[in-house]
């Protein structure tokens, strides 16, 4: 399955603390994006990763890749209670059939106490 | 104000019957998608639209149908053959049918079939 893992299924912490999610996944990708979900609402794009790329950053966000792990991960430091939301990664990878899909992953609840 | 629509919010439905789901975007998109979203699940592809009157079936595209007839426009049909409708439905566009784009999300439809 392309579908990409997060883990943990869910995440509680205090605010100001760091958040980390991970993602795991199987096949060959050429980008991985991270998105948000807040409870009942469409998904917002957080940021986008190129399968040449280690680390990216945006603002409190940091995404790491390493391809031959298959894995990445998302570290949102200093946690606010407004970060509370579900987290997926999506994978991509424009193969033949596969041109333009992402595949998401489960997702991971993040929930910030203040 | 561009952006993408989903109509209605909530519908509800009687088992038997056909429901069409409304999805607009006035971001001069050429891809749109269709997914499903399960509670605590990630999100599966129904159909998808690389561009006007072309789309493909997704992972789970039994018991739906969809028509591009206008750019903008992208409904989706959930007929009576789909067994188990009941599930939170997001539409999402992007520039062109690459994984590299981010996709634009509108605020779902909460089917209930009673």
């Known amino acids: 399955s392309q579908q990409g893992e997060e883990d943990p299924q869910a995440l509680s912490i205090q605010e100001g603390e760091n958040a980390t999610m991970n993602c795991s996944y199987k096949t060959s990708i050429n980008n991985l994006q991270w998105y948000r979900q807040n409870s009942g609402r469409g998904l917002v794009h957080l940021i986008l990763i190129r399968s040449n790329e280690r680390e990216k950053h945006s603002g409190r966000l940091r995404v790491t890749l390493d391809t031959s792990k298959k894995s990445s991960s998302l570290l949102i430091t200093a946690s606010r209670a407004a970060d509370t939301a579900s987290y997926f990664c999506a994978t991509g990878s424009d193969r033949g059939s596969t041109l333009g899909r992402l595949y998401f992953g489960r997702g991971t609840q993040l929930t910030v106490w203040p | 104000d561009g952006g993408i629509t989903q109509s209605p919010k909530y519908l509800f439905r009687k088992e038997g019957q056909n429901v069409t789901l409304s999805c607009e975007q006035n971001?001069?998109?050429?891809?749109m998608y269709w997914y499903r979203q399960d509670p605590g699940q990630g999100l599966r592809l129904i159909y998808y639209?690389?561009?006007?009157?072309?789309?493909q079936k997704g992972d789970i595209a039994e018991g739906y149908s969809v028509s591009r007839e206008k750019k903008e426009s992208f409904p989706l049909t959930v007929t009576s053959a789909q067994k188990n409708p009941t599930a939170f439905y997001l539409c999402?566009?992007?520039?062109?049918?690459?994984?590299?784009?981010?996709?634009?999300f509108g605020p779902g439809t909460r089917l209930t079939v009673l």
């Open positions: 999402a566009s992007s520039p062109s049918p690459i994984s590299y784009n981010e996709q634009f």
């Open positions: 639209s690389q561009i006007v009157n072309d789309f």
């Open positions: 971001l001069n998109h050429d891809a």
